[in-house]
Protein backbone atom coordinates (compact mmCIF):
# COMPACT_ATOMS: atom_id res chain seq x y z
CA UNK A 1 0.00 0.00 0.00
CA UNK A 2 1.29 3.41 -0.75
CA UNK A 3 1.42 6.28 1.72
CA UNK A 4 2.50 9.33 1.70
CA UNK A 5 2.28 11.32 4.34
CA UNK A 6 2.93 14.91 4.66
CA UNK A 7 4.05 16.82 8.04
CA UNK A 8 5.09 19.96 9.52
CA UNK A 9 2.12 22.59 8.95
CA UNK A 10 0.89 25.41 11.04
CA UNK A 11 0.40 28.71 11.32
CA UNK A 12 3.53 31.15 11.34
CA UNK A 13 3.45 35.13 11.05
CA UNK A 14 4.78 36.58 7.74
CA UNK A 15 8.95 36.38 7.36
CA UNK A 16 8.82 33.26 9.44
CA UNK A 17 9.66 29.88 8.61
CA UNK A 18 8.72 26.15 8.37
CA UNK A 19 9.70 23.21 7.49
CA UNK A 20 7.08 20.12 5.88
CA UNK A 21 8.07 16.54 5.25
CA UNK A 22 6.42 13.89 3.41
CA UNK A 23 7.53 10.84 4.39
CA UNK A 24 6.94 7.72 1.33
CA UNK A 25 6.27 3.98 2.11
CA UNK A 26 5.33 1.49 -0.40
CA UNK A 27 7.08 3.18 -3.36
CA UNK A 28 10.71 2.70 -5.15
CA UNK A 29 11.16 5.96 -3.63
CA UNK A 30 14.35 6.36 -5.80
CA UNK A 31 12.73 6.26 -8.87
CA UNK A 32 10.07 8.76 -8.16
CA UNK A 33 9.93 12.68 -9.16
CA UNK A 34 8.63 13.95 -6.06
CA UNK A 35 6.91 17.15 -6.41
CA UNK A 36 5.22 19.72 -3.33
CA UNK A 37 2.00 21.28 -4.61
CA UNK A 38 -0.25 23.87 -3.22
CA UNK A 39 -3.73 24.52 -2.98
CA UNK A 40 -5.33 27.58 -1.69
CA UNK A 41 -8.85 28.11 -1.17
CA UNK A 42 -10.31 29.30 -4.44
CA UNK A 43 -7.53 28.59 -6.68
CA UNK A 44 -6.18 25.29 -8.62
CA UNK A 45 -3.90 23.33 -7.40
CA UNK A 46 -0.16 24.46 -8.72
CA UNK A 47 3.16 22.80 -8.53
CA UNK A 48 5.89 24.60 -5.88
CA UNK A 49 8.30 22.36 -6.58
CA UNK A 50 9.72 19.85 -7.71
CA UNK A 51 13.20 17.09 -7.35
CA UNK A 52 13.22 14.54 -9.98
CA UNK A 53 14.73 11.03 -10.02
CA UNK A 54 17.80 12.50 -11.54
CA UNK A 55 18.76 15.32 -8.87
CA UNK A 56 17.00 18.17 -11.11
CA UNK A 57 15.36 20.78 -8.71
CA UNK A 58 12.54 23.42 -10.45
CA UNK A 59 10.81 25.83 -8.42
CA UNK A 60 8.00 27.81 -9.19
CA UNK A 61 8.75 31.55 -10.14
CA UNK A 62 6.72 33.17 -7.02
CA UNK A 63 9.21 30.99 -4.64
CA UNK A 64 12.79 31.25 -6.52
CA UNK A 65 14.75 32.41 -3.58
CA UNK A 66 12.67 31.76 -0.50
CA UNK A 67 11.69 27.67 -0.08
CA UNK A 68 14.55 24.95 -1.08
CA UNK A 69 13.50 21.29 -1.74
CA UNK A 70 15.22 18.64 -1.00
CA UNK A 71 15.07 14.75 -0.95
CA UNK A 72 16.92 12.05 1.51
CA UNK A 73 15.80 8.95 -0.77
CA UNK A 74 17.53 6.77 2.22
CA UNK A 75 14.94 7.50 4.34
CA UNK A 76 12.31 7.96 1.58
CA UNK A 77 11.45 11.61 3.18
CA UNK A 78 11.05 15.06 0.58
CA UNK A 79 11.22 18.51 2.72
CA UNK A 80 10.19 21.77 1.77
CA UNK A 81 12.28 24.79 3.87
CA UNK A 82 10.42 27.46 3.60
CA UNK A 83 11.41 30.88 4.62
CA UNK A 84 10.46 34.73 4.39
CA UNK A 85 6.82 33.31 4.46
CA UNK A 86 4.07 35.36 2.85
CA UNK A 87 0.44 35.30 3.38
CA UNK A 88 -0.25 34.21 0.08
CA UNK A 89 1.54 31.21 0.62
CA UNK A 90 -1.38 29.76 2.48
CA UNK A 91 -2.41 26.89 1.15
CA UNK A 92 -3.02 23.31 1.93
CA UNK A 93 0.61 21.42 0.76
CA UNK A 94 0.85 18.01 -0.91
CA UNK A 95 3.33 16.43 -1.88
CA UNK A 96 3.58 14.00 -5.02
CA UNK A 97 5.37 11.27 -6.35
CA UNK A 98 5.25 10.63 -9.68
CA UNK A 99 7.45 7.45 -11.56
CA UNK A 100 5.65 8.19 -15.20
CA UNK A 101 3.20 5.49 -14.73
CA UNK A 102 1.02 6.45 -11.62
CA UNK A 103 1.37 9.75 -9.57
CA UNK A 104 0.50 9.43 -5.74
CA UNK A 105 -0.70 12.09 -3.29
CA UNK A 106 -0.73 12.84 0.12
CA UNK A 107 -3.23 13.78 2.11
CA UNK A 108 -2.05 17.35 2.45
CA UNK A 109 -1.03 19.66 5.73
CA UNK A 110 -1.82 23.19 5.79
CA UNK A 111 -0.11 26.26 5.99
CA UNK A 112 -1.35 29.70 7.21
CA UNK A 113 0.55 32.85 7.31
CA UNK A 114 -0.76 35.88 9.08
CA UNK A 115 -0.09 39.51 7.85
Known amino acids: QVQLVESGGGLVQAGGSLRLSCAASGIAFSDNAIGWYRQAPGKQRELVAI???????RYADSVKGRFTISRDNAKNTVYLQMNSLKPEDTAVYYC?????????WGQGTQVTVSS
Open 96 to 104: CANNLIREY
Open 51 to 57: SSRYGTI
